[in-house]
Each structure stands twice: as C-alpha cells, then as structure tokens.
C-alpha cells in the first residue's frame, strides 16, 4: 500500500485533517459526531484523492469554537476548505454540504449526501424525524447532553445486523476527541428542525450522489424516492443492510459508490475492509 501523506491544522480555525493526493474530497459528519468516524473511510479513499476532513464548530478538535445558523457555520468551514470540491456530507453534514452547493456553487465540483434529507423534521405527508423527538433531544441535552449523544447514536444504529458493532464504532470516535460544547449542539439540533431546501434543490446543476440506508429510522428510505422528483437529475442508491451510517455498516459498497460516482477506475477498500474486520 502506498503512503499516504497526511497534515493537520488546528488553529486559528476549525481543526481540518489533510490525506493523501489528487481530486480534493471533503468529508463532513453528522450532529454530535466529529471527523474521527471517517477514519476507516480516509484510510481507503486517501489512496486515490486527496481527502480533507473537518471537525465543524464546536465538534472533536474545533470544540473550543461554536456556531449561530447555517451561513455562521458555512463561513467557517468555507474559511479552511479548498477552492473547489467534491463535497461528501453525512446526515448535519449532507445539510451543510447542500447549503454550500446551493450558496457557493463554484465551490463544488460534485455533491454526494449520506443518510441525509433537504428536511429531516416529519410534516404531514413529508416522512422525517418527529418534532417531539427532537424536541425530546433539545430537552435533555440542557440536563445530561452526554447521555443525549449516547442516545442519538443508538438511534442512529437501530434496525442494522451490525447495530452493536457501528454503536461502538461511532462512541469510539466521538470519545476520541474532544467533548462537543452544549451551544453548538443546540444549534445543531436547530439546524435539523428547522431547515427545509426541498424547493431549492432543482437549482443545483453539479452531478450529484445521495446515498441511503433501507433501515434508517431517521431518513427513511422512501425520502428517496421523495427527493428523486425534486431533483430528477440527482442519482441515488439504497444500502440494502443498512440504517444511518452505510459508510460504517457496508463500508466496501460505500467505498464503491463513491468511487464510482467520482470516476476513478482503481478499486478500493476490499483489502481494507479485511483487514479492518480481522
């Protein structure tokens, strides 16, 4: 395996980690997540390109920052991005990744969302995340918000053959960093409640991959199909034994997916993915 060059900046903005060589890829997580759960995904996909991590305001490393509204938190990750992008953004992430598309179009070459939805918050007939489950998480995080990141991440897993092994995968990461601060996470829940890009999704003209689990209780699948019409030109796949994190559960399909959809001909991940589960 060739060797992979890596740097990492910390200050004065958000913490970002740098590996590898070739077409920049930016990976984004997800609500009260860092960039530590991308490790194994770095580690294959750094061999082809050249893969920019970071930790959004108030996350792991970037956790002495915070952030007011997504065009606060845009700014800043925007502020230590490159020039231009294939943007890769998981759950928070993929919202954050669609409002730089949809603002700052020049700034991404190609769009690719994991288990994300344009509107996470269930209305009417819009399938989601319940309001009173959200607004569940907004009350308990004032009362023992490390308890309410546990909680989340088991949701996040519900419904997947390897729920107990991603659950670990994901407290291993988050516990690898630093503790998210209480504000940010505020916000962040904010963002899921109230955002809604559903009518401006027509607007985005780079190619665009939105990847799905057939098990997520927070995206439900069927948001696919929902998403297909209102963004015709988008492309989409369903990972079959998956719920909110494919990018853990099947990582090879992941790995594949994303290659794929980027255009690179080398092959990722088989070896990685063995030698990652011996």
């Known amino acids: 395996m060739n060797k992979v060059q890596q740097s990492e900046s910390k200050q004065p903005g958000l913490f970002w980690q740098v ?9 984004v997580h997800g609500w009260g997540m860092n960039g530590a759960v991308w490790q194994q995904s770095v580690d294959a996909l750094s061999q082809h390109y050249r893969v920019h991590v970071v930790d959004l305001p108030g996350f792991g490393h970037s956790h002495h920052t ?5 065009e606060d938190l845009t700014k800043q990750v925007l502020e230590g991005a490159p020039q231009q992008a294939i943007w890769l953004g998981w759950s928070l992430g993929g919202l954050v990744a669609t409002h730089i598309a949809l603002n700052h179009p020049q700034r991404v070459s190609k769009l690719i969302t994991v288990a994300s939805s344009p509107k996470f918050a269930a209305q009417k007939s819009w ?6 489950v959200l607004n569940a998480f907004t009350e308990q995080l004032v009362d023992n918000f490390q308890l309410t990141i546990e909680r989340f991440m088991a949701l996040q897993a519900m419904g997947s053959p390897s729920a107990r092994q991603d659950v670990k995968q994901l407290k291993q990461a988050v516990l690898s960093r630093p503790t998210p601060n209480p504000t940010s996470l505020l916000s962040g829940l904010n963002l ?15 190619p665009m991959l939105r990847l799905y689990g057939r098990l997520d209780g927070l995206v439900p699948v069927k948001v696919a199909n929902d998403v297909d019409s209102l963004n015709p030109r988008s492309q989409s796949h369903v990972f079959s034994a998956s719920s909110h994190a494919p990018f853990m559960t099947e990582f090879e399909s992941f790995c594949e997916q994303v290659q794929r959809f ?12 063995i030698n990652n589960n011996a």
């Open 192 to 206: 899921l409640g109230d955002l809604d890009y559903r009518h401006r999704l027509s607007e985005l003209t780079m």
């Open 19 to 27: 590996s590898g060589q070739g077409q920049d890829l930016v990976l």
């Open 262 to 273: 980027i255009g690179s001909e080398a092959t990722l991940c088989n070896s990685m993915s």
């Open 127 to 132: 399938r989601g995340i319940q309001p009173k």
């Open 66 to 70: 915070e952030f007011i509204g997504m």
